[in-house]
């Protein structure tokens, strides 16, 4: 198997509305989605967005799985400067997410905070002086 994410599918209660949420946010839905499932292209890969009972019936999953519940993940948008992370936070919630932990400066020497987006998803808007983010907003680890 080749290190790397392809795509990252979230499962939504409200389609319209997730899709509608991203869009505020600036992001470009592709013509490649339809009226089931929404794609975003991001540098070198894709964001879904999919009816979360689908998407569970898709996967398998067994019944009673409690919608909304954290399920061990979050997706993280590295910013250029600490500037960038307030106003990322301060875009989202204006677009309807709920903000999860204001930024601070973090412990591993950085400046995070989080929000969920209209389905729970949760996250992190980070950045991080250690890490290098490629002009096309590529993450480049260090020594890679």
Do not use: C
């Given at each position: 198997?080749?290190?790397?994410?392809?795509?990252?599918?979230?499962?939504?209660?409200?389609?319209?509305?997730a899709?509608?949420?991203?869009?505020?946010?600036?992001?470009?839905?592709?013509?490649?989605?339809?009226?089931?499932?929404?794609?975003?292209?991001?540098?070198?890969?894709?964001?879904?967005?999919?009816?979360?009972?689908?998407?569970?019936?898709?996967?398998?999953?067994?019944?009673?799985?409690?919608?909304?519940?954290?399920?061990?993940?979050?997706?993280?948008?590295?910013?250029?400067?600490?500037?960038?992370?307030?106003?990322?936070?301060?875009?989202?919630?204006?677009?309807?997410?709920?903000?999860l932990?204001?930024?601070?400066?973090?412990?591993?020497?950085?400046?995070?905070?989080?929000?969920?987006?209209?389905?729970?998803?949760?996250?992190?808007?980070?950045?991080?002086?250690?890490?290098?983010?490629?002009?096309?907003?590529s993450?480049?680890?260090?020594?890679?």
């Amino acid at each position: 198997m080749d290190q790397r994410l392809s795509i990252i599918t979230l499962g939504v209660h409200d389609l319209a509305r997730a899709k509608r949420f991203y869009e505020t946010l600036g992001w470009t839905a592709s013509p490649a989605g339809n009226a089931h499932i929404v794609f975003f292209q991001l540098p070198g890969m894709v964001l879904g967005l999919y009816p979360r009972a689908a998407l569970a019936d898709d996967a398998q999953l067994p019944d009673g799985v409690p919608p909304g519940r954290f399920g061990g993940m979050a997706i993280a948008y590295n910013a250029r400067d600490k500037a960038e992370v307030d106003r990322v936070l301060q875009e989202a919630v204006a677009a309807g997410a709920r903000l999860l932990k204001p930024a601070h400066d973090a412990f591993w020497g950085g400046y995070s905070g989080y929000f969920a987006d209209p389905d729970g998803h949760p996250w992190e808007v980070a950045f991080n002086p250690h890490w290098e983010l490629q002009k096309d907003g590529s993450l480049r680890l260090p020594g890679r």
